[in-house]
């Protein structure tokens, strides 16, 4: 089946530091990959995605490529604010099996503090 | 504005009730879905939509069940079979075909008293 691992947080960062949140990924298919940032007590909103080998999501100066070689998509930012503190996951759609890009695999979130 | 409205923000359910948590989104969207969020472990998928009057199980549907009556309405009914209903629930809506993400409600927490 498919699944979605993490890197261990929390993670606690300075203000403008650079930011690295590590996401490797097993699926059976050709998966979609995104990354969700969840504010405290809120949703989940969509942060970035890639839909292919190779591409390259990126938004608000997050970036993650998507690396079908080492089955990663590796969260980053160059500098880090304080309100990027926030829940950060990983997921993975596989459509494949004829579902659609809701029904996504989580990895178990990492918890970003970013103090000024 | 479009988008997915869950309530109530806040649940609380006696130990041996059922309770329904409700989920509406006017996106037009075909596909819906429930997640059920514990600390330290992401978010799991215990129903899923994707049109009306059809429904599957996900990963952790003990305890739970669902109805797709209308198209914009996902309740989920969190039962007195359901051991440990403490949680944070999401709800999500997808296009079946072709768009490329999903998008959630703000979420219903739920604590047994």
């Known amino acids: 089946g498919n699944s979605v691992t993490q890197m261990e947080g929390p993670v606690t960062l300075s203000e403008e530091a650079f930011l690295t949140i590590n996401c490797t990924y097993t699926?059976?298919?050709?998966?979609?990959l995104f990354w969700y940032v969840q504010y405290p007590g809120e949703g989940l909103q969509l942060l970035l995605k890639?839909?292919?080998?190779?591409d390259k999501g990126s938004n608000k100066g997050f970036e993650a490529t998507y690396r079908k070689e080492t089955t990663s998509f590796h969260l980053e930012k160059g500098s880090v604010q304080v309100s990027d503190s926030a829940v950060y996951f990983c997921a993975l759609s596989d459509i494949s099996g004829g579902t659609s890009y809701g029904k996504l695999t989580f990895g178990q979130g990492t918890i970003l503090t970013v103090h000024p | 504005d479009g988008g997915i409205t869950q309530s109530p923000k806040y649940l609380f359910r006696k130990e041996g009730q059922n309770v329904t948590l409700s989920c509406e989104q006017n996106?037009?969207?075909?596909?819906m879905y429930w997640y059920r969020q514990d600390p330290g472990q992401g978010l799991r998928l215990i129903y899923y939509?994707?049109?009306?009057?059809?429904?599957q199980k996900g990963d952790i549907a003990e305890g739970y069940s669902v109805s797709r009556e209308k198209k914009e309405s996902f309740p989920l009914t969190v039962t007195s079979a359901q051991k440990n209903p403490t949680a944070f629930y999401l709800c999500?809506?997808?296009?079946?075909?072709?768009?490329?993400?999903?998008?959630f409600g703000q979420g219903t927490r739920l604590t047994v008293v």
């Open positions: 890639a839909t292919k080998a190779d």
């Open positions: 699926a059976t298919g050709y998966p979609s």
């Open positions: 996106l037009n969207h075909d596909a």
């Open positions: 939509s994707q049109i009306v009057n059809d429904f």
């Open positions: 999500a809506s997808s296009i079946r075909r072709g768009g490329t993400e999903a998008f």
